[in-house]
């Protein structure tokens, strides 16, 4: 109930007993008197009678009371009901959208509702300034990050590219092995900083998406042939269920989900020891399809929940399992999957060890 419902029914309840306690009453006192009245009286030189003008003196004292009430309930509504009800609003704009709303000027208020404001006032300032100044250093890490990324790519490429004229240069088997191993590294460092390259323009807001009508069933078969090799060698076994029926198409950036996708399935991959299994799966519902990569694994613990989508955090039991990794992948593939309006998120499994990733895509119309 509000406050001013509240003051209102008050007075109106109030008022209602006042005149039908003062009704009473007049009541009694006039049958007792009546009596000693003469039927008529003289106002302004006209005869009036005389119950006509006691019943007419009443009303307005009726009226009188009801004014003094509406006099009161205004006075109510200014000094407490309006500031509060302003500074209220103010709170939960401030609250949602970090955003000051002007408060209008309670000079007419109380004391304590005028230092209240004020107070409330230099809190959203001082507030306001520490996040501007926030908002400026981390727009300076990112841009640092990324103009250090764009300086790395370039002689990163060619290093790469030469390690790679170099593996089919008839070399020893020890030198072989060493460009092998130096060929991969590089490919990890490129990966990195294209990586990098995301996050800096994620955090600019720079990150663009090219919605199209995208095939998830030719996705998820593509992905699943992509990493078959990785599973093998791991001695894991993937798999795609597919739907008997089709589930139409998805509203998506195709290469964006893709991303996703990679990062989902090769984490299951490399997360989950020998013998055990990954399965990919989708269905549809409530105008969206479904994705869910599962795998028999390291599992997550719940300790780790609020942290694994932070950039750089690796869980202890993955570092153990897996020295390789950066942790920045599953902060992207929230980012991507949030602005495809399906947030990412992940349960153990009920039916054994292991994880459940999913998230979810519009139905394309
Ligand atoms: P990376 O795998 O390179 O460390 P990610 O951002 O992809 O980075 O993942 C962050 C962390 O989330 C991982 O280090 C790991 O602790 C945890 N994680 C992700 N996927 C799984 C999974 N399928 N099973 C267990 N832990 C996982």
């Given at each position: 109930m509000s406050a001013r419902a509240f003051v209102a029914s008050l007075f109106a309840g109030s008022l209602a007993l006042i005149c039908l306690f003062t009704l009473v009453a007049f009541q009694i006192i006039w049958g007792l008197i009546s009596d000693l009245l003469p039927a008529k009286l003289g106002v302004f030189g006209f005869a009036f009678p005389t119950a006509f003008i006691i019943y007419a003196n009443g009303i307005l004292l009726y009226l009188l009371i009801a004014l003094i009430f509406a006099f009161l309930y205004q006075m109510i509504d200014r000094l407490f009901i309006k500031p509060v009800k302003f500074i209220g609003t103010a709170m939960d704009e401030f609250a949602k959208h970090s955003r000051q709303v002007p408060l209008p000027d309670f000079a007419h208020t109380i004391e304590e509702v005028d230092g209240f404001t004020k107070a409330f006032l230099e809190y959203t300032d001082s507030v306001e300034k520490v996040h501007e100044r926030d908002m400026e250093v981390s727009r300076m890490k990112s841009d640092f990050i990324s103009t250090a990324a764009h300086q790395l790519r370039t002689p990163m490429t060619g290093i790469r590219w030469a390690l790679e004229a170099l593996?089919?240069?008839?070399?020893t088997a020890d030198q072989q092995a060493l460009i092998d191993s130096a060929v991969g590294k590089s490919h990890d460092l490129v990966t990195i900083i294209g990586t990098l390259l995301d996050i800096s323009s994620i955090e600019s807001g720079k990150y663009k998406y090219k919605f199209e009508a995208v095939d998830m069933a030719g996705v998820l078969e593509e992905i699943t042939r992509d990493f078959s090799p990785l599973a093998q060698a791991r001695q894991v076994a993937l798999y795609y269920n597919k739907n008997e029926t089709p589930l139409g198409k998805a509203r998506a950036d195709r290469e964006r989900i893709k991303w996703v996708l990679n990062n989902l399935v090769e984490n299951a991959i490399r997360y989950t020891p020998a013998g055990g299994s990954v399965q990919v799966s989708m269905d549809a519902g409530l105008g969206r399809i479904f994705i869910r990569v599962k795998d028999t694994g390291i599992g997550i613990k719940e300790g780790d929940r609020s942290s694994?989508?932070?950039?750089f955090y690796r869980a202890q039991n993955a570092v153990q399992k897996e020295?390789?990794?950066?942790?920045?992948g599953l902060y992207i593939a929230r980012t991507i999957a949030t602005d495809h309006g399906g947030d990412l998120n992940f349960e153990p499994n009920k039916d054994g060890q292991g994880t459940t990733f999913s998230f979810s895509l519009p139905l394309a119309n």
């Open positions: 593996q089919t240069s008839g070399l694994i989508f932070e950039r020295n390789s990794g950066n942790g920045l």
